[in-house]
């Protein structure tokens, strides 16, 4: 299994990003995908899950309505579009698939 996340930065308030995570090594189509986070000196947080045939999403009340999370099983790839980012949205972003994560991207969200 191999992750790797991409689409970090640094953004202002109310700016927008899109994370993607390349995977690879399994069935990605059959997989249950998600995106957690960890900010500066705090534990993971959970941000968002996609599940496969329909695509039923997830979100953590913090991220919802400002967060989708999207999957095109053509590139095995996952997506997380990122809009009206606050400060506390700052955190290294992983995506997870079981108990596997990629190496994480940063954000920081700052004037």
């Known amino acids: 299994v191999r992750l790797v996340e991409s689409g970090g930065g640094l953004v202002q308030p109310g700016g927008s990003l899109r994370l993607s995570c390349a995977a690879s090594?399994?069935?990605?189509?059959?997989?249950?995908m998600s995106w957690v986070r960890q900010a500066p000196g705090k534990g993971l947080e959970w941000v968002s899950t996609i599940y496969t045939g329909a695509g039923w999403t997830n979100y953590a009340d913090s991220v919802k309505g400002r967060f989708t999370i999207s999957r095109d099983n053509a590139k095995n790839t996952l997506y997380l579009q990122m809009n009206n980012l606050k400060p506390d949205d700052t955190a290294v972003y992983y995506c997870r698939y079981g108990d596997t994560r990629g190496q994480g991207t940063q954000v920081t969200v700052a004037s």
């Open positions: 090594g399994f069935t990605f189509s059959n997989a249950a």
